[in-house]
């Protein structure tokens, strides 16, 4: 297994205006992450299953054709349809196939590895879902990035990642693991 290490200078994302320290999105998640994977999203339609307040899909927004999300948390998905982003709302693993987000990037960080592990498998083999490249994606070398790149094939990318606490003070979080997958074949019906 390939793991390809990303260097990437940190972007600041709180500035002071007139003495008060004042917070651009994203407030969670670096805009690291996407600026490390252009190359794998320019251009394509993307997917963020469970997109939380949407954070990531701002940054992805910025290469990616289009971005729509799926979150079933009512406090998360609100925030990020305030935002103005496009959001389906409910279960990730319920969503009626004809309603399924056809994309050519299905981006994923479930709460636990084993769900993502879960949100990978149904991908692959999701009816729906043709060609398309997964990125499975957990903080500090999440053990189902490795789990999900040995069992369907593909790379690891590690892209330095930090986030902001309610606080305001930077959190050195360590690496971002991504998991690159690609899917080869589908069935779009
Ligand atoms: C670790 S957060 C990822 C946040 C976001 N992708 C980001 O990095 O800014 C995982 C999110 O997945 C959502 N989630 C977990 N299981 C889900 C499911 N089955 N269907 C839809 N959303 C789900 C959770 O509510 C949570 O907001």
Not at 35 to 50: A, F, N, R, T
Not at 91 to 110: D, M, Q, S, T
Request: aromatic share 8%.
């Amino acid at each position: 297994m390939e793991i390809i290490d990303i260097e990437l200078d940190p972007i600041a994302i709180t500035e002071q205006v007139k003495g008060e320290m004042v917070r651009h999105f994203p407030w969670r998640s670096a805009s690291t992450v996407p600026e490390g994977l252009k190359v794998i999203i320019s251009g394509k339609s993307l997917c963020d299953v469970g997109c939380a307040e949407g954070d990531l899909m701002v940054q992805f927004a910025k290469y990616a054709s289009s971005v729509v999300g799926i979150e079933m948390d009512p406090d998360r998905f609100s925030v990020a349809i305030n935002r103005g982003l496009t959001v389906k709302v409910g279960n990730f693993f319920r969503i009626r196939k004809a309603e399924f987000p056809v994309c050519e990037v299905y981006h994923l960080w479930g709460p636990s590895p084993e769900t993502s592990q879960l949100m990978v498998d149904h991908l692959m083999a999701h009816p729906k879902v043709g060609e398309c490249t997964i990125l499975t994606a957990g903080r500090n070398g999440a053990p189902h990035v490795k789990r999900s790149v040995e069992k369907w094939g593909g790379k690891v990318l590690a892209i330095p990642y930090e986030e902001w606490s309610e606080q305001l003070e930077r959190i050195e979080a360590g690496k971002w693991w991504i998991g690159v997958i690609e899917k080869k074949t589908g069935v779009h019906v």
